[in-house]
């Protein structure tokens, strides 16, 4: 899976976030391309972000740096850390949830 924006590894970390527990990647609901976070894809997309509305939160757009495994995200909002490798997330990154997932 192709990560978008400004990486500085292969677990998907970028230049804005990379602390340990900085392995998630979201794919926009705008372009369907997975980017780190919501400055990576400001700066590199040609669009404005659009949020994933509920009725398509069942829709895999949350991939896991660490083993790869993409999840709907009903399911990554449920979780503090990868169902399948059970690496941990950030738990702050849900200050900036509303930049992705309608409210």
Request: glycine share 4%; charged share 25%; with cysteine.
């Amino acid at each position: 899976m192709r990560v978008f924006g400004s990486t500085v590894d292969d677990q998907t970390r970028c230049i804005h976030y990379r602390t340990e527990v900085d392995v998630i990647a979201i794919k926009f609901r705008c372009c369907r391309r997975y980017y780190p976070c919501h400055l990576c894809h400001a700066e590199d997309a040609d669009h404005e972000a659009q949020t994933w509305p509920r009725s398509e939160w069942a829709e895999p757009a949350v991939l896991c740096g660490v083993c790869k495994g993409e999840m709907a995200v009903q399911d990554y909002l449920a979780v503090t850390s990868c169902p399948s490798c059970g690496a941990r997330f950030n738990e702050r990154c849900a200050l900036h949830s509303h930049l992705y997932f309608e409210a």
